[in-house]
């Protein structure tokens, strides 16, 4: 056989079996088939699944934590995402909150060491284990959790129908609240709106999924519509992140037309915060466009900070100029004091020691004003 025939043949062969492959698991593989998966999954109506109605209020209290799954001691929460919680839980106690809004990565699957030769299932022993042994106390203070997709909870590499069963786990739960892979938190006053962007399409350096990305967006301005005050995004991956080393994610001109899709998006809509995680630390940067708010502290094991640590900023998702203000690696969450009249005053908590010490410290408070927050028009 030739050298012709055989490349010919090799080739064949290499796409049969990559496009097999793509049709089991569109994640990395196949831009269209990766929308298809990610519009395919569960969907919720929001009416059936059970929510707080907050339109009287004119302040509120969220409570904000993200990256919550440490891999220390598997098949178990991890050390530090229960010290957290502990902490947490007698904080509420003295500091009432109306709702809570988790920023994803909320299943890590098994570490190398302890990982099955085959995918495991994220079943109902895995949400008692790892999420409701440590949060169950949400019910008692009778607190949503609303919930974003990670990294970490929509490949299928990773936890077998993860994606969706955390969603479907919402009709099981009372605090559990993860209707779709993206959605406007309902309940809320008409001068308040956050939405859930499910942000791994804009942060993968391989894949593009623009019908997915337009299909958010899309369904996002609707939400917006009928909100005439504070517009909030809530997105996993933060579009500036701190000069950290073991924060970087290659950029690929592949997705650069949905990070623009997303940044003409909030400039029209007037979308002045993210709040995000997936950067394991706490930190507030801000850029010309927009403030961002980074909680990914909240069990999985923190991005420690190199000597000489000096707080700048490089882009994650985005090539937007940032500044950073703080940033830590201490395990904690953030407060935001919302309020009709006067805007958003954030509070980032961290524990003291997250060896030894059971209390909090709060070490760095913003205030955000209603003429920072809301675009003129909007």
Avoid at 50 to 67: C, P, R, T
Avoid at 178 to 207: E, M, N, Q
Avoid at 266 to 287: A, N
Avoid at 306 to 330: D, G, L, R
């Amino acid at each position: 056989m030739g050298i012709g025939i055989r490349f010919i043949t090799f080739s064949f062969v290499y796409f049969l079996v990559i496009s097999a492959f793509a049709t089991k698991s569109p994640n990395y593989y196949c831009d269209r088939a990766l929308s298809q998966w990610y519009s395919s999954q569960p969907r919720l109506p929001i009416n059936e699944i059970g929510y707080q109605d907050l339109s009287n209020k004119e302040d509120l209290g969220i409570l904000v934590f993200g990256d919550t799954a440490g891999n220390d001691q598997f098949p178990h929460a991890g050390k530090y995402q229960r010290k957290l919680a502990r902490a947490i839980k007698r904080w509420l106690r003295e500091q009432p909150m109306d709702l809570v809004l988790r920023m994803g990565d909320n299943f890590y699957e098994p570490a190398r060491k302890n990982r099955p030769n085959k995918i495991p299932e994220l079943d109902e022993k895995v949400f008692e284990q790892r999420e409701h042994q440590v949060y169950s106390f949400m019910d008692e203070f009778n607190l949503p959790n609303w919930i974003a997709v990670g990294n970490h909870d929509d490949d299928e590499r990773r936890w077998k129908n993860g994606l969706a069963s955390q969603i479907l786990h919402t009709q099981q739960d009372n605090y559990w609240k993860l209707p779709a892979t993206h959605y406007g938190v309902p309940g809320l006053p008409d001068w308040l709106g956050i939405y859930f962007l499910h942000s791994t399409p804009l942060a993968k350096s391989r894949t593009s999924a623009i019908e997915y990305v337009e299909e958010q967006l899309k369904s996002a301005n609707e939400y917006f519509k009928n909100k005439t005050g504070i517009k909030i995004l809530v997105s996993h991956h933060p579009l500036v992140r701190p000069n950290l080393k073991e924060a970087s994610i290659p950029l690929s001109k592949n997705y650069f037309k949905e990070i623009e899709l997303l940044q003409t998006f909030m400039m029209q809509e007037g979308v002045r915060l993210i709040l995000s995680g997936h950067v394991h630390g706490q930190s507030h940067l801000s850029s010309a466009n927009f403030e961002q708010i980074i909680q990914g502290a909240g069990g999985g094991d923190t991005f420690k900070l190199e000597k000489n640590y000096t707080p700048s900023a490089n882009p994650t998702i985005s090539e937007e100029v940032a500044s950073t203000h703080v940033h830590t690696n201490m395990y904690g969450f953030a407060v935001l004091r919302i309020s009709k009249s006067q805007g958003i005053h954030v509070e980032f908590y961290k524990l003291k020691d997250k060896e030894k010490s059971k209390s909090l410290s709060l070490f760095y408070e913003v205030y955000f004003s209603l003429q920072e927050l809301v675009a003129p028009g909007t």
